[in-house]
């Protein structure tokens, strides 16, 4: 089992930066009368943030990283690692870790690499940079996790256009050798690899004029092999199950019931979806915040965004038990417990 305990390490604060432009779902032209109410009745999600031309998810994450280096004032030079992770980088190379350590100033013994995750990335990512930092080599790090999946779902498919929005994430954490563990448990299947795919653009199926070519899969669903294509049945599926099951495993890993954790945190796939997890469970429905009403589902970036969106709700975070699990492409899931201890709030700021 991919189980794993991290000792000495503490988030000290997250960040969230979202594009200034508002989706809403009741105003898309793909709807006939009366659609969209059923959409955002069975989703939960009635609008979205979408990125204006240019802004790319390294944007949102590098300006989320200014303001949480500045709320914790940290000095620049004292960051020693820097991991972002998304599945829209800025550039097929150079890593944008790196573009965005250029940016922020970080000095060169920085370490920086990308990992390339979606709906998943911030459990995983919180794992790598934790496992990291834990020796006390490193002291601080920053965890940089962002998409901008509007970017490659298609404008013209009424059954993804209305889910997914885009944000970007800065988690920091510090090596402390009193912190309470972390713990975390990770899996993937990678032979449902083509369950959520964008089929053309990579190495495997390089971009062509065949990759602009528009398909109508069905009514109010048309997308080019450039898009962003989900086996709808088959994602539910493993949404419903795996998604209990792990969150299952990591409290028993962690010797901790249902009634021990303050909040669960789960992936913001769809409301219809997380409630069939949450009733799995038998979690009462006030542990189990959302986010996806006002920001849809931001992939990578959804646990994050979720955590800065209760502090604005829940003033008093401090000390709470979490468990945070997600769950996509790849397949992969995941997921972690641990303890929000001096943490720092910093409000959310937006992207032009």
């Not at 949102?60 to 992770?85: H, P, S, T």
């Not at 834990?134 to 996790?145: A, E, P, R, Y």
């Not at 495997?204 to 109508?216: A, W």
């Not at 909040?263 to 542990?287: G, P, T, Y």
Request: charged content about 25%; some cysteine.
């Amino acid at each position: 089992m991919a189980h794993q305990i991290i000792k000495n390490v503490s988030i000290a604060g997250i960040t969230t930066c979202v594009p200034k432009n508002v989706e809403e779902n009741t105003s898309l032209p793909l709807f006939k009368e009366g659609e969209a109410e059923k959409v955002i009745l069975s989703t939960g999600i009635e609008r979205r943030r979408i990125v204006n031309p240019g802004v790319t998810s390294g944007d949102l994450c590098c300006k989320a990283a200014e303001d949480l280096i500045q709320g914790l004032g940290w000095n620049n030079e004292e960051i020693d690692c820097l991991i972002f992770v998304s599945q829209t980088q800025d550039y097929i190379l150079p890593a944008t870790s790196c573009v965005i350590q250029g940016k922020l100033g970080l000095p060169n013994s920085c370490c920086c690499f990308d990992i390339s995750y979606g709906c998943s990335g911030w459990v995983y990512g919180l794992s790598v940079i934790s496992a990291m930092i834990s020796t006390g080599i490193m002291k601080k790090g920053l965890l940089l996790v962002g998409d901008t999946t509007s970017t490659f779902k298609s404008a013209k498919d009424k059954t993804a256009r209305p889910l997914f929005g885009d944000a970007g994430t800065a988690t920091a954490l510090v090596f402390n050798p009193n912190a309470e563990d972390i713990k975390f448990a990770l899996y993937a299947n990678g032979n449902k690899f083509d369950s959520i795919i964008v089929p053309d653009g990579g190495c495997r199926k390089p971009f062509s004029v065949s990759s602009l070519e528009e398909t109508e899969y069905e009514d109010g669903v048309i997308r080019t092999p450039m898009h962003s294509a989900m086996n709808g049945m088959d994602v539910f599926s493993f949404g419903i199950t795996k998604g209990p099951e792990v969150t299952k495993d990591v409290l028993e890993f962690a010797g901790k019931t249902v009634d021990d954790v303050d909040f669960f945190i789960f992936h913001q796939a769809n409301k219809f979806m997380n409630e069939k997890i949450r009733k799995k469970l038998k979690i009462a429905e006030e542990k189990v915040p959302y986010s996806m009403k006002d920001f849809g589902n931001v992939s990578c970036a959804t646990i994050p965004l979720t955590i800065d969106y209760r502090f604005k709700e829940v003033t008093e975070l401090q000390g709470k038990e979490i468990v945070a699990t997600a769950f996509g492409v790849g397949l992969s899931w995941g997921s972690t417990s641990f303890k929000l201890n001096d943490i720092k709030y910093l409000g959310m700021s937006e992207y032009e």
